[in-house]
């Protein structure tokens, strides 16, 4: 019983790190703030999920599962409005390519 | 302007639109529920349940609740668990193909994708439902939350990866039904109601 929860935790652990990778490399090659922005949230959410899910399943403790469970929680409140400021800042102070946009029907309000 | 301390936190905004005013009871209620999260997430944060980390959870709570007071957001809906339930599953299922998308196109080579900003404009108008859509929105598939229009409100979104037309009516599509389901979950059986009415007049930009 134990092994299976270490190996799973190992594969999370694995996996989440590869999407923190994954997001990194895209914050560094994606070709606009806002851009950035997705690889920020979505990969970079996700992987630190599962990286606390291969904590959980390898410490198997209650204090540690509530500070666990209070860390994810917090990541999913909190990566959004992050991103939404940095996007928000850098379309207001127009360092956004425009080049880049199909539409924006920011601009027409 | 009223002399009533709850009707002034909505100053602005009672013409009708849909942000009831809470009487004092009701911010009492919404407060003592504040601060039972509060004291929950101090408990959790010491990791064990003691009378002392009870009262310092009380105290710093109290402490948090008066000195940095937030617009009252009440919750004027109820739970319906199955709503929940699905809201939860396609939110983790939407996460993942999300991630795996999102990193996909990080590490392929000579990829330059093409996105845009569209307009939203939600049925539901509580402050409640607008921060739940854009955070949940901001964790699905192409899409980023840019900019909140409270009174009117619109959300405006950065939606990536768009190749045609179809993409961008895809991804409004997409951001109204996490409205429903946010709404099917925890709305008011008002709200649900407003829903499938304006569901059919919603296609186009405001």
């Known amino acids: 019983m134990t092994a299976v929860a270490d190996w799973l935790g190992a594969a999370c652990l694995l996996a989440g790190a590869l999407l923190g990778l994954a997001a990194g490399i895209g914050v560094l090659r994606f070709p606009d703030v806002l851009d950035r922005m997705h690889a920020a949230t979505k990969p970079q959410v996700l992987g630190v999920l599962l990286l606390l899910l291969g904590l959980a399943l390898r410490l198997r403790t209650p204090a ?44 027409d309000r | 302007m009223t002399g009533d301390p709850a009707a002034r936190n909505g100053a602005g905004r009672n013409d009708g639109s849909p ?15 504040a601060l039972g999260w509060l004291v929950l997430i101090w408990l959790l944060l010491w990791g ?15 402490a948090v609740l008066v000195f940095f007071p937030l617009p009252p957001v009440t919750f004027g809906g109820r739970l319906r668990l199955g709503a929940l339930l699905v809201l939860v599953a396609t939110f983790a299922a939407e996460l993942v193909s999300a991630s795996v998308r999102v990193a ?24 409640l439902n607008l921060a739940l859509t854009a955070e949940v929105i901001s964790l699905v ?13 619109v959300l405006y979104v950065h939606v990536f990866d768009v190749r045609d037309p179809e993409d961008l009516a895809e991804s409004r599509n997409r ?7 946010i709404v099917r979950a925890i709305g008011s059986a008002d709200e649900v109601r407003q829903l499938q009415t304006e569901s059919v007049d919603r296609r186009s930009h405001p």
């Open chain 2, 141 to 153: 598939p192409g899409t980023l939350i840019l900019e909140v229009d409270r009174d009117q409100g």
């Open chain 2, 104 to 127: 996909g196109l990080a590490v392929r080579p000579g990829c330059r994708p093409r996105s845009a900003i569209v307009a939203v404009r939600l049925r539901v108008r509580t402050d």
């Open chain 1, 64 to 107: 540690d599962l509530g500070m666990i469970a209070l860390v994810g929680v917090f990541q999913l409140a909190t990566a959004p409005v992050a991103a939404q400021m940095v996007g928000r800042a850098a379309y207001r102070s127009g360092r956004v390519n425009r080049a880049l946009l199909d539409t924006d029907e920011l601009a």
């Open chain 2, 175 to 181: 951001i109204l039904t996490v409205e429903r389901r």
């Open chain 2, 19 to 33: 942000h009831p005013a809470p009487g004092r009871g009701g911010r009492r209620r919404d407060q003592a529920i």
């Open chain 2, 48 to 62: 064990d349940l003691s009378w002392g980390n009870l009262l310092g959870g009380l105290v710093v709570g109290v």
